[in-house]
Antibody, heavy 119, light 107 residues
Framework: EVQLVESGGGLVQPGSSLKLSCVAS????????MHWIRQAPKKGLEWIAL????????YYADSVKGRFTISRDNSKNTLYLEMNSLRSEDTAMYYC????????????WGQGVMVTVSS | DIQMTQSPSFLSASLGNSITITCHAS??????LAWYQQKSGNAPELLIY???SLQSGVPSRFSGSGSGTDYILTISNLQPEDIATYYC?????????FGSGTKLEIK
């Protein structure tokens, strides 16, 4: 059974940093591209980052480019999202998601971790 | 960026009826479209990919169709467990973008 478990969220002040983790199990993590997607309270879904299975390519939404960094450690079956210069508009539930077979949809999602940016 | 326009935003329907949700892309996405269901307080779940392919384990009451810029999600024989918000998402190019969602209520 595929499982994705996020952690590392919390309440932080504007301008600060936070690093999210997503531990994967139930599939060969090192063979799949992985994504981060977020959802602001009572809002829709926003894709924010993708990393290839071997970390050879990374893509970001303009809203986070230059501030957020996606990375992975295949030896630990773990995906990361390092978030710097956090803003109030980064307040959201953050989901990690597995790349669907051969294409850019999301076939499995974690339960999400909440990040609140507020003074 | 490809914009995804989803309609309606809100939908109310009776048990046993069928409903359709539409998604219009701002350019040809060549069938690279997925649909998701998000129940209150939960993460989204994949229903449909490649416009019309049913994800494993999803009831056959759900179906997808469309091509080019226009796509449809149909739910037949509505059940109480279908209460959710539904999103479309294209994966033709980066950035990947979602529709704004359709909240489904059962009358």
């Amino acid at each position: 059974e595929v499982q994705l478990v996020e952690s590392g969220g919390g309440l932080v002040q504007p301008g600060s940093s936070l690093k999210l983790s997503c531990v994967a199990s139930g599939f060969t993590f090192s063979s799949y591209n992985m994504h981060w997607i977020r959802q602001a309270p009572k809002k829709g879904l926003e894709w924010i980052a993708l990393i290839y299975y071997d970390s050879s390519n990374k893509y970001y939404a303009d809203s986070v480019k230059g501030r957020f960094t996606i990375s992975r450690d295949n030896s630990k079956n773990t995906l990361y999202l390092e978030m710097n210069s956090l803003r109030s508009e980064d307040t959201a539930m953050y989901y990690c998601a597995k790349w669907g077979l051969g294409a850019g949809y999301f076939d499995y999602w974690g339960q999400g971790v909440m990040v609140t940016v507020s003074s | 960026d490809i914009q995804m326009t989803q309609s309606p935003s809100f939908l109310s329907a009776s048990l046993g009826n069928s409903i359709t949700i539409t998604c219009h892309a701002s350019q040809n996405i060549k069938g690279w479209l997925a649909w998701y269901q998000q129940k209150s307080g939960n993460a989204p779940e994949l229903l449909i990919y490649k416009a019309s392919s049913l994800q494993s384990g999803v009831p056959s009451r759900f179906s997808g169709s469309g091509s080019g810029t226009d796509y449809i999600l149909t739910i037949s024989n509505l059940q109480p467990e279908d209460i959710a918000t539904y999103y479309c998402q294209h994966y033709q190019s980066f950035p990947l973008t979602f529709g704004s969602g359709t909240k489904l209520e059962i009358k």
